[in-house]
């Protein structure tokens, strides 16, 4: 994931929920600096439109969200996409995680979770959800201990709290879906997404 997410600050968490936006929504976001996707199997939507995105977006990096069972691992992979993330972490999922060819980020909300998948050989984590767990001082505290670990903190973050998060040192990225609002999307007002891609690029281009 380490190698995957080189170069990212902010990964776009969308939520398909028509199969016609999926390919105009992927190119806005490349086009506006943001490549790396994590699209939320939590739609009828998700599962063509993630297939569309990755046979006709050049240049993007798909991953599938709310990775929750073994079948939906394998799933990920016969789609073409390049990773997985998901919001917690049970014992079958890092198991058939272990078998994948592309690699899994599974979720976290405490340091006992995250020691559980240390012990399957993980370092990287989704913090979820981010503010509600305790925010950025929980991610900073965890340092301490636990400095191989590295985090990609979602839920509760945008602009107005995402260098609090990006600052870390042990803080790879931010998932947020504040780059591509449902609104904004059911209105297919590409062109202004493409905008809040590049400004949210040179937004955290100081990191």
Not at 57 to 80: M, N, R, Y
Not at 162 to 185: E, H, I, K, R
């Amino acid at each position: 994931m380490r190698e995957l997410l080189a170069g990212t600050a902010v990964i776009p968490v969308i939520t398909l929920e028509r199969i016609e936006d999926a390919v105009p929504l992927a190119r806005a976001l490349v086009a506006g600096g943001l490549r790396v996707l994590e699209v939320t199997l939590r739609t009828a939507a998700a599962v063509p439109g993630i297939r569309l995105m990755v046979e006709q977006v050049e240049g993007v990096i798909v991953g599938t969200g709310t990775v929750c069972t073994p079948a939906q691992v394998q799933l990920s992979f016969d789609l073409g996409c390049q990773f997985m993330i998901s919001p917690g972490a049970t014992e079958r999922l890092l198991s058939a995680a272990e078998q994948a060819p592309i690699p899994l980020m599974p979720g976290i909300a405490s340091v006992s979770e995250m020691m559980r998948c240390m012990e399957f050989g993980y370092q990287d984590f989704k913090f979820f959800p981010a503010e509600a767990a305790g925010g950025a001082a929980v991610i900073k505290a965890i340092a301490g201990p636990f400095a191989e670990a590295r985090f990609c903190p979602t839920g509760g973050i945008g602009l107005a709290n995402v260098m609090d998060y990006l600052q870390l040192p042990n803080v790879l990225c931010v998932g947020g879906s504040w780059v591509a609002p449902p609104s904004l999307v059911a209105e297919q007002r590409w062109a202004d997404i493409e905008r809040l891609a590049r400004e949210t690029v040179e937004f955290c281009a100081g990191r």
